[in-house]
């Protein structure tokens, strides 16, 4: 069975740019997540999704990100406009809400802002 | 809030070494608690986990037992292998959290030959 499939694994972009994330949950999952690893601040959660609904939203730094999932198959996060503090490696996972704590996760996108 | 907090790597093993990775964690309830395992490039994956007190979580050879007196999680291995190699993630689900995983900082394992 496919993984969690991401994309593009790197971007490299120039500050005040669009960037958009891409992610395919696994087939079946209802809850998917994003989350933000930077040697700093480690794995950080943005945001999850429930059924497509967004549950919590917390985690997301500022207004600049957003995040939508149209339909169980897809979901995208953007930042506009991105500023080199974004710079990190952004992941994807998914899982059945009925599967306590087993995140099954992408490959991660590596985003540059220079 | 509910924490979990790991050792500072990197830990540095000679293959065949004993490992032992410490985690301690802060919660409220009866949180579930898992080590993830992230290899060079790749994403985290779930290596083993406990949804309750004195549980043993186990695979490919990795223990951890949830220690609730202790509020510790602590991963082992007898006899690492170069394979081993990664960042060990040491995660909780608190109770109620809906899969929302808190997870520690990472530790890095390199393990010589």
């Known amino acids: 069975d496919a993984g969690v499939i991401q994309s593009p694994r790197h971007e490299v972009t120039e500050m005040g740019q669009e960037v958009t994330l891409r992610c395919k949950p696994i087939?079946?999952?209802?809850?998917l997540f994003w989350y933000r690893q930077t040697m700093m601040r480690g794995l950080e959660l943005l945001i999850y999704f429930n059924n497509n609904v967004p549950i919590d939203d917390s985690g997301m730094p500022e207004d600049r990100f957003s995040a939508k999932m149209p339909n169980a198959s897809f979901s995208t996060l953007k930042i506009q406009p991105s500023e080199p503090r974004d710079s990190a490696v952004y992941f994807c996972?998914?899982?059945?809400?009925?599967?306590?704590?087993?995140?099954?996760f992408g490959e991660g996108s590596r985003l540059t802002v220079l | 809030g509910d924490s979990v907090t790991q050792m500072e790597g990197p830990v540095t093993l000679s293959e065949e070494a004993f490992l032992t990775i410490n985690c301690t964690y802060t919660?409220?309830?009866?949180?579930?608690l898992f080590w993830y395992v992230q290899y060079p490039g790749e994403g985290l994956q779930l290596l083993l986990k406990?949804?309750?007190?004195?549980d043993k979580g186990s695979n490919k050879g990795f223990e951890a037992t949830y220690r609730k007196e202790t509020t510790s999680f602590h991963l082992e291995k007898g006899s690492v292998q170069v394979s081993d190699s990664a960042v060990y993630f040491c995660?909780?689900?608190?109770?109620?959290?809906?899969?929302?995983?808190?997870f520690g900082a990472g530790t890095r394992l390199a393990v010589h030959p």
């Open positions: 919660a409220t309830g009866y949180p579930s």
């Open positions: 996972a998914s899982t059945r809400a009925s599967n306590t704590g087993e995140l099954f």
């Open positions: 087939s079946g999952h209802n809850s």
């Open positions: 406990a949804t309750k007190a004195d």
């Open positions: 995660a909780l689900a608190p109770t109620g959290g809906y899969n929302k995983l808190i």
